[in-house]
């Protein structure tokens, strides 16, 4: 059959002013039987008609739904709810429940209130059938592999789909998740939830980085939440062999992943640079934290106040360019004193603290001179 002269029947009821909110099937057959009473649609038909060289009058009216998903394929509608369709542009779009259409499996949209937000209004359609869309779109029936990650579930859910664009035909089981779907679905399902990656450690790796940067420039890569999401497939893919869970990333060594990504002389200077603990008066090595280097502020060391008689000089990094933010504790590890200035601290704020805090904590040592005093992390009867 010749669906030309439909064609451009139809093309020329869509370009009219005429209102088309009504079906566009009835739209059409009356125009077709009464032409005379729509002079601007049959203007524009016959110039149509003789443009592809036949004639309005051969014009079969047959469903519509075939030649209009031909004209829009990304409107081709999927019934999610009666009155609510998802079509293959990804988007939804309602009906009145009261339409006819709002029960159909399948329709083409033709006219929206909107095209850009989800849930836009259809205004005009037509019905379509599934044997005309596996007839126009052959393709569909080819089955494609594909690998998400539930929310639901908190698993990989691995399905054979045939599809047209978004929109899911049929769909079954795979038994066996192809590697490389598992892994893209993966980095996908951590660009959702970046907090199942960035634990504590790899924000505290993160944070030496951005110190580095501030302080040293771009010689250093940037290892912001933002740039290691986007380069993932760079540094986190090739070791993902094998892992089909979330909750197993958690537990691989994220850190090394990362620091392997730097040449050897770059890690041991990365390393002198921005060392993990500071050696303290007592004798320990105490941990630094570099999570405020993330907001441009400066590694903190918290430790016993009395651990730190006797420190003159506040410690520094990176080339003794960034002097540590200490966080003096008292025994209950509570701050009493945060400072850069530990001569000034021991001058001016110390007798406070010592008159306060003696008579608290009677069994630790609050020594009128603590620069002179041997320091420690234990209480008087093991000094």
């Known amino acids: 059959m010749n669906t030309l002269p439909l064609a451009c029947g139809l093309a020329a009821l869509l370009e009219s002013r005429d209102s088309i909110d009504s079906s566009l099937q009835e739209a059409l057959a009356e125009r077709l039987c009464q032409p005379k009473r729509f002079p601007n649609w049959r203007r524009e038909a016959l110039r149509l008609t003789k443009k592809a060289g036949v004639s309005l009058s051969e014009a079969v009216l047959e469903p519509l739904g075939s030649l209009l998903a031909m004209v829009y394929p990304e409107r081709i509608g999927q019934q999610i709810s009666p009155g609510k369709f998802r079509l293959a542009n990804g988007k939804t779009a309602t009906l009145a429940l009261n339409d006819t259409l709002a029960h159909q499996p399948y329709i083409v949209a033709v006219a929206l209130n909107s095209t850009a937000y989800d849930d836009a209004r259809i205004t005009a359609g037509e019905p379509l059938l599934i ?66 990656l960035f634990g504590v ?122 002097a540590v933010m200490i966080h003096l504790l008292s025994p209950a590890r509570r701050p009493l004193q945060i400072t850069q200035d530990l001569v000034s601290f021991w001058r001016n704020g110390y007798p406070e603290v010592r008159k306060e805090m003696r008579g608290r904590y009677p069994k630790h040592p609050w020594p009128e001179d603590p620069l002179t005093s041997p320091p420690t992390a234990h209480t008087k009867r093991k000094v």
């Open 131 to 196: 044997a005309s869309l596996l007839s126009l779109y052959p393709g569909i029936r080819q089955w494609q592999s594909r690998v998400a990650w539930s929310q639901d579930q908190g698993r990989l859910i691995g399905e054979e789909v045939q599809a047209h664009a978004s929109l899911i035909i049929a769909k079954r089981p795979l038994t066996q998740l192809p590697e490389k779907a598992v892994k893209q679905a993966l980095l996908d399902a951590l660009r959702q939830q970046p907090s199942r």
């Open 201 to 322: 450690k790899l924000q505290q790796l993160c944070g030496r980085m951005a110190l580095l940067r501030e302080k040293l420039g771009e010689v250093w890569p940037d290892w912001s939440e933002q740039s290691l999401l986007a380069s993932l497939e760079a540094w986190l893919a090739p070791y993902l062999v094998g892992v089909a869970r979330l909750s197993q990333i958690e537990g691989l060594p994220l850190e090394s992943y990362l620091i392997n990504t730097l040449p050897w002389e770059a890690q041991r200077e990365f390393e002198r640079l921005t060392p993990v603990t500071i050696e303290v008066p007592s004798g320990k090595y105490v941990g630094l934290d570099y999570l405020p280097c993330l907001s441009r502020q400066p590694p903190i060391l918290a430790l016993k106040l009395q651990e730190a008689f006797g420190w003159r000089i506040t410690p520094t990094i990176v080339n003794g360019t960034v």
